[in-house]
């Protein structure tokens, strides 16, 4: 059984960083991709960025690309999401979430963690 547990959402202020970290058991993840989502307020889930897990090739939403970074850490099975010049859009829920590699959707999903940016 996979799990996926988030931390470090809270408040920060525009123009501020957050560095979200999601915690993978249960599975050996080598052939897996992980994922992060958001959800907006009132706005549907959103994808956000993805990182292969053996290789550590990312992808980016346009809308987070040169602000955010995906890494990981296999000795931890630990995802990383970091954040840079924060805007209030990007206030959400994030949520991480993973996939078997080659496969269309994402099947694991962790609880999510708020994350408010304030103007």
């Known amino acids: 059984q996979v799990q996926l547990v988030e931390s470090g959402g809270g408040l920060v202020q525009a123009g501020g960083s957050l560095r979200l970290s999601c915690a993978a058991s249960?599975?050996?993840?080598?052939?897996?991709?992980m994922g992060w989502f958001r959800q907006p307020p009132g706005k549907e889930r959103e994808f956000v960025g993805s990182i292969i897990w053996s290789g550590g090739s990312t992808y980016y939403a346009d809308s987070v690309k040169g602000r955010f970074t995906i890494s990981r850490d296999k000795a931890k099975n630990t995802v990383y999401l970091q954040m840079n010049s924060l805007k209030p859009e990007d206030t959400a829920v994030y949520y991480c979430?993973?996939?078997?590699?080659?496969?269309?959707?994402?099947?694991?999903w962790g609880q999510g963690t708020q994350v408010p940016v304030s103007s």
């Open positions: 249960g599975r050996t993840f080598s052939t897996y991709t």
């Open positions: 979430a993973a996939s078997v590699l080659g496969q269309a959707s994402f099947a694991y």
